[in-house]
């Protein structure tokens, strides 16, 4: 598969032959579904559990006749019933990650890049090197590209481009050990750089 190659400038700059090993399989629904819910358990913070009867540091000692006192019948004063007793079936500790085979995840990101080649939302730009971080210009310089939300993948990101993006709405950076499924389809366009798309070739055979 070719692909022109442009600059932030929207000028010409060759082009790049994709493997259609990588960028030219069929859309998997299933595959990119399971990666998606895979990537969202896992970053789920833990349940934090609550202190119940046997973790309160309460006496246990009965602080009150059985009878006489007026009042119904208590025991220690870890009961849930009092201020400072222990909640009664309280959340329990508990972990939401997920496993998933690293085949699948492979998949799932090759999947994720050619569903974007195949709706012609890919773009490929020679780098991302920016002379100065104004968010201003990095929006005059998208709009002439046709980009709107778009998720930039570069193998080592420019400090200037990361810091003219980061006021931009839905427009992210990122290195090719960040790609990933949910992003990518979280995004209108994926815009890689020719260095990006020369490491994730090298990630997927190596």
């Known amino acids: 598969m070719k692909v022109k190659v442009q600059t932030l400038d929207a000028k010409a700059a060759g082009d790049i032959e994709l493997n259609d090993e990588i960028y030219g399989l069929e859309a998997r629904a299933d595959i990119l579904h399971r990666v998606v819910t895979w990537q969202l358990a896992n970053r789920r913070g833990y349940a934090r559990a609550a202190r119940e009867r046997s973790d309160v540091a309460r006496t246990g000692k009965k602080f009150g006749r059985q009878k006489g006192g007026g009042t119904a019948r208590h025991g220690n004063r870890r009961s849930p019933i009092f201020i400072g007793g222990g909640k009664a079936h309280g959340p329990r500790a508990r972990s ?27 773009i490929v730009l020679k780098d991302l090197a920016l002379k100065d971080a104004k968010t201003k210009v990095l929006k ?19 400090g200037n481009f990361r810091m003219a993006c980061a006021n931009l709405y839905k427009v992210d950076v990122l290195p090719v050990m960040g790609a ?27």
């Not at 998208?142 to 420019?158: N, S």
């Not at 995004?187 to 997927?204: I, P, Q």
């Open 96 to 122: 939401f990650e997920q496993g998933l085979n690293k085949k699948v995840r492979v998949l799932g990101l090759k999947t994720a890049l050619s569903v974007k080649a195949a709706e012609g939302k890919l």
């Open 180 to 206: 990933n499924v949910y992003d990518i389809l979280n995004h209108d366009t994926l815009v890689l750089t020719t260095a990006a798309v020369e490491k994730l070739e090298a990630r997927f055979n190596g």
């Open 140 to 158: 005059d310089r998208l709009a002439g590209l046709g980009i709107g939300t778009a998720l930039f993948i570069d193998g080592e990101v420019d």
